[in-house]
Nanobody, 121 residues
């Protein structure tokens, strides 16, 4: 089982990035996928989640309306489209899989390696 996050980088405030989470070793359509982030000196927090069954999504309040999570089961990839980025979005972003639904990190059993997102002018 592997999840590989990519697409991070340096962007100015108000800019956009699209993160990708490429998965292998399991059937993506059977699992929920979550994006989490961890900023320096802070704990890990859930950002966006997508269900396996019907594609239902859920977001952290501070990213609602700016971030969009989506999945392409045929390509074994989950995306996180991030718009109107703010300096406080700066963090390492991780994708992870869960066989159940919920935002608690403990529900997620496999994690990608993380990709750095830096929002700065």
């Amino acid at each position: 089982v592997q999840l590989q996050a990519s697409g991070g980088g340096l962007v100015q405030p108000g800019g956009s990035l699209r993160l990708s989470c490429a998965v292998s070793g399991f059937t993506l359509g059977y699992y929920a996928i979550g994006w989490f982030r961890q900023a320096p000196g802070k704990g890990r927090e859930g950002v966006a989640f997508i269900k396996s069954s019907d594609g239902f999504t859920q977001y952290k309040d501070s990213v609602q309306g700016r971030f969009t999570i989506s999945r392409d089961n045929a390509k074994n990839t989950v995306y996180l489209e991030m718009n109107s980025l703010k300096p406080e979005d700066t963090a390492v972003y991780y994708c992870a899989r869960s066989s159940s639904w919920g935002g608690a990190a403990e529900r997620y059993d496999y994690w990608g390696q993380g990709t750095q997102v830096t929002v700065s002018s």
